[in-house]
């Protein structure tokens, strides 16, 4: 017998974003993210840390705080590439907060309850 695999059970099912105005916005699974994606997302991650550990060592230095809020901007829009540019900028710094933690909690996927576990690799 034929055994078939069927992509679309490999596919997590896209988790979303609903925004103030009604507006849904399908988060990028973390699965979607290419190796320059995730290069970027990791760069921007550290840069954002550093950011955040000078700002609290130096609360007015508004350069680290630019810092911050051009990683926070870009790394929403990572994640939420369809978001408007204009909306994504308007967010406040805790609202992108808000969103970072919960992609990195969730990676922006539901897992498929149907996927089949994978089989182990030879070794």
Not at 22 to 45: S, T
Not at 95 to 109: D, I, P, S, V
Request: hydrophobic letters at 40%.
């Amino acid at each position: 017998m034929s055994r078939n695999l069927n992509f679309s059970t490999l596919v997590p099912e896209r988790d979303t974003f609903t925004d103030v105005d009604g507006k849904v916005y399908e988060f990028k699974a973390e699965v979607d993210f290419g190796a320059v994606h995730m290069a970027r997302m990791g760069r921007l991650q550290d840069t954002l840390q550093a950011a955040l550990k000078s700002l609290a060592a130096n609360t007015q230095d508004e350069s680290m705080a630019t810092q911050f809020e051009q990683c926070a901007d870009e790394i929403v829009a990572l994640v939420l590439p369809t978001l408007p540019a204009e909306r994504r900028t308007a967010l406040s710094v805790g609202q992108k907060a808000a969103l970072m933690n919960w992609w990195r909690e969730n990676k922006g996927q539901t897992p498929n309850p149907k996927a089949p576990l994978p089989e182990p690799l030879p070794n």
